[in-house]
């Protein structure tokens, strides 16, 4: 058995990874993709200390500094149970897809999350040419450019009034009749000059030339008819969903999937850890994945010390 058995692979899993050992204790990771969501990044600017990286870059630097030291990677394995430990400091057991199983004292979950896509032509060919999802990331791309934001809930109008001050003008695309995000975030951006917004809008196409967005089609519920807006940016955010499906019934979850931590980075359930995009950590970015990794490996290897094996 492991020490600590990490699920998931991208920056939490491979800096906790790290941090788990260099304790010198037994660490092994499990993951369906090592690198995660970073594989699909294209360029990454606000990594503190790289100025400027691409994704792949990224992920197999994360592999690289992993596999320096000694864990074992497992890769392209998918859990799809864990078992809580029958009794106090016993083994915790992680069921994976392949019928295979592996037990471990402690646990860290760090599946991460994917974005929902809007499932409309152009935004899978254009992914990365225009098609973003994380405007913290992607927003300065787009300066004195136009863009779209899709989605009207809280994290589509927070992106929409964040990239007001960066890019020529956002369009605001809701399919509802109203937006949905909180009253004082509709009046910000309703106070804003250079945003547009419709709602009762559903968007049906991403159009593109030459590899590179250059419009946005949507067609009005009212009167049905069909618009284009032309643009060079769009910014899909209609929900951010966590992995983990599989952990329902098992570890406490938000009403959003999200995995419940504490500051430490513990689930409530004895000798399991979570961190990055799969938890309630606000803000979902690397460079604080990253850091709630090493946090949730010391925490483990801090419950490891303090409780005998029975
Ligand atoms: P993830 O990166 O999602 O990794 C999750 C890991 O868990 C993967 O290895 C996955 O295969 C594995 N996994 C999932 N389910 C299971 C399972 N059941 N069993 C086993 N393994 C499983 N952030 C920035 O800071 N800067 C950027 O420029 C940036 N750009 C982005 C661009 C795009 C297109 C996207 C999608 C995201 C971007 N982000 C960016 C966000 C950033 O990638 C995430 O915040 C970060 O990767 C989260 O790390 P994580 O380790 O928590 O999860």
Request: proline share 5%.
């Amino acid at each position: 058995p492991y020490d600590v058995l990490i699920v998931g692979g991208g920056p939490a899993g491979a800096a906790a990874g790290v941090y788990a050992a260099r304790k010198g204790i037994r660490t092994g990771i499990a993951a369906e993709r090592f690198g995660g969501q970073v594989n699909d990044t294209l360029g990454i600017e606000n990594y503190i200390s790289v100025l400027e990286t691409d994704g792949p870059k990224f992920a197999a630097a994360l592999e690289a500094h992993t596999r320096a030291y000694d864990v074992d990677i497992m890769n392209l394995q998918r859990a799809d149970k864990l078992i809580p430990a029958a009794e106090p400091g016993g083994l915790i057991e992680v069921q994976l897809a392949n019928g295979g199983s592996l037990k471990a004292r402690t646990v860290i979950l760090s599946t991460g999350a994917r974005w929902r896509n809007v499932n409309v032509p152009g935004e899978a060919e254009y992914k990365n040419k225009g098609v973003a999802y994380c405007p913290h990331c992607d927003g300065p791309l787009f300066k004195g450019k136009r863009t779209a934001v899709i989605g009207g809930g809280n994290s589509g109008v927070e992106a929409a009034i964040d990239l007001a001050g960066v890019v020529a003008h956002v369009t605001l695309i809701e399919f509802a009749d109203q937006l949905k995000a909180d009253a004082v975030l509709v009046t910000k951006l309703k106070s804003l000059p250079n945003v547009t917004i419709h709602t009762n809008a559903q968007t049906t196409e991403i159009t593109g030339e030459g590899g590179k967005v250059n419009g946005l089609k949507y067609k009005d519920r009212v009167s049905g008819q069909e618009h284009l807006v032309p643009l060079e940016g769009v910014f899909v955010q209609i929900g951010l969903v966590p992995n983990t499906e599989w952990l329902k019934g098992t570890v406490e979850l938000s009403r959003f999937g999200e995995i419940v931590v504490d500051a430490h980075g513990r689930t409530n359930v004895p000798g399991v850890f979570a961190a990055g995009d799969c938890t309630t950590v606000p803000f979902k970015q690397i460079v604080i994945a990253a850091g709630d990794g090493a946090k949730a490996a010391l925490s483990a290897f801090d419950h490891l010390i303090r409780t005998p094996a029975p």
